[in-house]
T-cell receptor
Framework: KAGVTQTPRYLIKTRGQQVTLSCSPI?????VSWYQQTPGQGLQFLFE???????NKGNFPGRFSGRQFSNSRSEMNVSTLELGDSALYLC????????????FGSGTQLSVL | GQQLNQSPQSMFIQEGEDVSMNCTSS?????WLWYKQDPGEGPVLLIA?????ELTSNGRLTAQFGITRKDSFLNISASIPSDVGIYFC????????????FGKGTRLSVIA
């Protein structure tokens, strides 16, 4: 069974640009959560999608958005990038609920210059 | 609110030594999850605990669900260099379909 797949693995952008990250969950998993991780920080919850609907949202500005498709694949978008957006963005999937065992992808390392 | 406090924040140990870390909360948790994150990778689930007092092993790793349900412990025996990484505890909030609560992690360094 394939794990959670995130693309791209690395990304370099400049301030003001926008970026789209992609996540394919484990087959059969319907809940997809996104986290931001910066050096020395823990896992900051961004949002969670289930059945193409955003079910939970963390405390991030509106520049951070996401969506989920009918096949449970998810994308997150960050517009008007800031230097502080440089981070490892992690996607995690679970069968039905974000408070079950989460399975993480390897992440997308975003650097904003 | 439901927060998880992990200690120590970081630790340096000699290869071959045993390691102990813990996770505490002021609230009761019904499930405890322990994850390990290698540098530049996503966290990987190590052990899941579902019952107060439960003791579960995964190779050299042993985790326990505290009797009070407000804490959990992770022990690593005979550490090796590949044990390096960040260890996170996590648990579900009481209300349904809300995100897991994560601790801030314990960073483990192993000196060969």
């Amino acid at each position: 069974k394939a794990g959670v797949t995130q693309t791209p693995r690395y990304l370099i952008k400049t301030r003001g640009q926008q970026v789209t990250l992609s996540c394919s969950p484990i087959s059969g998993h319907r809940s997809v959560s996104w986290y931001q991780q910066t050096p020395g920080q823990g896992l900051q919850f961004l949002f969670e999608y289930f059945s193409e609907t955003q079910r939970n949202k963390g405390n991030f500005p509106g520049r951070f958005s996401g969506r989920q498709f009918s096949n449970s694949r998810s994308e997150m978008n960050v517009s008007t990038l800031e230097l502080g957006d440089s981070a490892l963005y992690l996607c995690a999937s679970s069968r039905d609920s974000p408070n079950e065992k989460l399975f993480f992808g390897s992440g997308t390392q975003l650097s904003v210059l | 609110g439901q927060q998880l406090n992990q200690s120590p924040q970081s630790m340096f140990i000699q290869e071959g030594e045993d390691v102990s870390m813990n996770c505490t909360s002021s609230s009761i948790f019904n499930t405890w999850l322990w994850y390990k994150q290698d540098p530049g990778e996503g966290p990987v689930l190590l052990i899941a605990l579902y019952k107060a007092g439960e003791l579960t092993s995964n190779g050299r790793l042993t985790a326990q669900f505290g009797i009070t349900r407000k804490d959990s412990f992770l022990n690593i025996s005979a550490s090796i260099p590949s044990d390096v990484g960040i260890y996170f505890c996590a648990g579900p909030r009481n209300s349904g379909n809300t995100p897991l609560v994560f601790g801030k992690g314990t960073r483990l360094s192993v000196i060969a």
